[in-house]
């Protein structure tokens, strides 16, 4: 059975950094387009970056330029560094396939204080 699990969030003042984790048993990165999502509570989830399998990226606009996506396929780990952190990046942050997901994890809690 897939599971991915989420690491590394935490409270964090504006302006801020983090850096999220993402491991899965059964799943190998580097053969599957991955993506961070985040939500907040009575909103659906939405796509933050993705990384395909040529280590090609793509960000949501809101965090261009502040986030990268990277990929360790000895660690088989996904990593997302987050920098300049805002309020408005409070969420609960996933990660999963981005091509037919897997049924999700826990995710991480980031709550970014102003």
């Known amino acids: 059975q897939v599971q991915f699990v989420e690491s590394g969030g935490g409270l964090v003042q504006a302006g801020g950094s983090l850096r999220l984790s993402c491991t899965a048993s059964?799943?190998?990165?580097?053969?599957?387009?991955i993506g961070w999502y985040r939500q907040v509570p009575g909103k659906e989830r939405e796509l933050v970056a993705v990384?395909?399998?040529?280590?090609?990226?793509n960000y949501a606009d809101s965090v261009k330029g502040r986030f990268t996506i990277s990929r360790d396929k000895v660690k088989n780990t996904v990593y997302l560094q987050m920098n300049s952190l805002k309020p408005e990046d409070t969420a609960v942050y996933y990660c999963?396939?981005?091509?037919?997901?897997?049924?999700w994890g826990q995710g991480t809690q980031v709550t970014v204080s102003s």
């Open positions: 999963n396939r981005f091509y037919q997901q897997f049924p």
């Open positions: 059964g799943v190998i990165f580097r053969t599957n387009s």
């Open positions: 990384i395909g399998t040529s280590l090609n990226t």
